[in-house]
């Protein structure tokens, strides 16, 4: 089972990101809820604006549908000494972009990076949370006949995001202490806030065993590095 098509991307690039500022001719957004995992071959990204909580599970269709999550494998490539990162979506909450979803990248310090975009106009300050370095890990679900049921499961240091990709399509965020994976932001809000005890145990060059609440399955590992 192959999905990689790219040189896996730098060191610097992996963990997660929380966007603080977003900048376009029309925009300045602090607000929204925005975490980017990366880890050396796949990435996982969660935007929930505020609005779209503002009425707790009562929010309206149109808050919903604002939200935004995909994931996929990423491209870091270079023009000159410009440092272009491309975002290849796989799966995609919202109907495919026009363009696609590329930027160059400056890395003010190791733990915070500037977006610029390349085919729309926009600026995105990233930092890097401390808690997410080490562990990095991707693993793809598996049907009951062991095919790529789509579904990804994403580790970096003390962070996990789960991808969904199916009808009720659902991307979940959150950090595991001692055993237990709490969520804290989901593309579903009856996700969140929940605790789920989590597990993971590779058995195999290319099978770990995933334990989240009371559910155990096997996965296909995509990518497995341990802490350093």
Not at 158 to 176: A, E, K, L
């Amino acid at each position: 089972m192959t999905f990689l098509a790219f040189s896996p991307v730098p060191l610097n690039y992996r963990g997660v990101w929380v966007r603080t500022l977003l900048e376009t001719p029309t925009l300045q957004d602090t607000s929204t809820f925005v975490r980017w995992m990366q880890t050396s071959q796949w990435h996982a990204d969660l935007r929930v604006p505020e609005a779209a909580r503002s009425a707790g599970l009562a929010c309206t269709l149109a808050q919903r549908q604002s939200q935004q999550g995909f994931c996929g494998v990423t491209e870091i490539s270079h023009d000159g000494g410009t440092e272009i990162c491309t975002w290849h979506r796989r799966y995609d909450f919202l109907p495919p972009r026009p363009t696609p979803d590329t930027g160059t990248m400056v890395f003010e310090t190791p733990d915070r990076v500037i977006e610029r975009g390349i085919h729309s106009e926009y600026l995105e300050v990233w930092e890097r949370m401390p808690e997410s370095v080490g562990v990095c890990i991707a693993l793809a679900g598996r049907t009951i006949t062991g095919a790529d049921s789509g579904e990804r499961l994403l580790q970096t240091g003390s962070c996990v995001m789960r991808v969904q990709p199916w009808q009720d399509f659902d991307i979940s965020f959150g950090v595991v202490q001692q055993g237990v994976w709490h969520v804290e932001r989901s593309l579903v809000p009856e996700s969140e806030g929940v605790a789920l005890h989590f597990e993971l145990q590779r058995i195999g060059e290319h099978t770990a065993e995933v334990h989240i609440g009371n559910q155990r399955s096997a996965w296909t590992v995509l990518e497995w590095t341990d802490a350093s």
